[in-house]
């Protein structure tokens, strides 16, 4: 192909763009020069149970690997969805940036061992996210974790939303130097993910409860 493209002066290229929802705006700007790009795009929705549990089983088990069993896989699925044991998988929602956190710490702490267990599952799952968690707020003053704790996430430990424009404020009341930054940052992590609720831009938990002590 590529000596036939030399040849030509013609390539046939072909590209995946991914980016959030609250840019979509940017793109439809090009659409005039790149028509293609309004007719083949999907929205990416949360897995459900059986797509997440696929995500997990199918790449331990490339190259004729086994890292987890189909319990393993379903208890990392479980516990990323903060769901109860047993729950059908077809009941079940699971964010894909943590159930990726989750798989990539849990193989790393496997060590030499075939396999990761049901029991590293079991003990691990919860450090793991809770020192992600803890990670997320290094750089950045008090007053950007408090506002996540009391402003996004409910009494029983789920998630919330908060404008976009109510957290800076805050925050600035906060005396946090750059509140936007300070908020972005977040959302590059994907401890936040940004909601478009018609014009108005809501801050919400990615993961449906939050992982502080």
Excluded at 13 to 41: A, C, G, I, Q
Excluded at 189 to 211: A, K, T, V
Aim: charged residues 25%; glycine residues 4%.
């Amino acid at each position: 192909r590529a000596a036939a493209a030399e040849a030509t002066g013609a390539w046939s290229l072909r590209l995946v763009l991914t980016l959030r929802e609250d840019y979509l705006s940017h793109l439809e700007s090009w659409k005039v020069f790149f028509p293609s790009l309004m007719r083949n795009r999907m929205a990416l929705h949360l897995l459900r149970g059986p797509q997440a549990l696929e995500a997990v089983v199918r790449p331990a088990r490339l190259d004729g690997r086994n890292l987890v069993t189909d319990e393993v896989a379903a208890e990392i699925v479980r516990r990323i969805a903060g769901a109860p044991a047993h729950t059908p998988m077809e009941e079940i929602e699971a964010v894909p940036p943590l159930l990726s956190l989750l798989c990539d710490e849990l193989n790393r702490e496997r060590g030499d061992a075939p396999q990761i267990s049901l029991q590293l599952v079991q003990e691990r799952h919860a450090n793991i996210l809770q020192n992600f968690y803890e990670r997320s707020f290094v750089d950045w003053p008090p007053a950007l974790r408090r506002l996540v704790e009391d402003r996004l996430v409910t009494v029983g430990g789920h998630r919330s939303s908060l404008a976009w424009e109510d957290a800076q404020a805050e925050l600035d009341e906060a005396d946090v130097e750059n509140p936007n930054e300070a908020l972005t940052s977040l959302v590059a992590c994907r401890l936040l993910s940004i909601e478009e609720r018609g014009r108005l831009q809501r801050g919400c938990l990615c993961s449906g409860r939050i992982y502080a002590a």
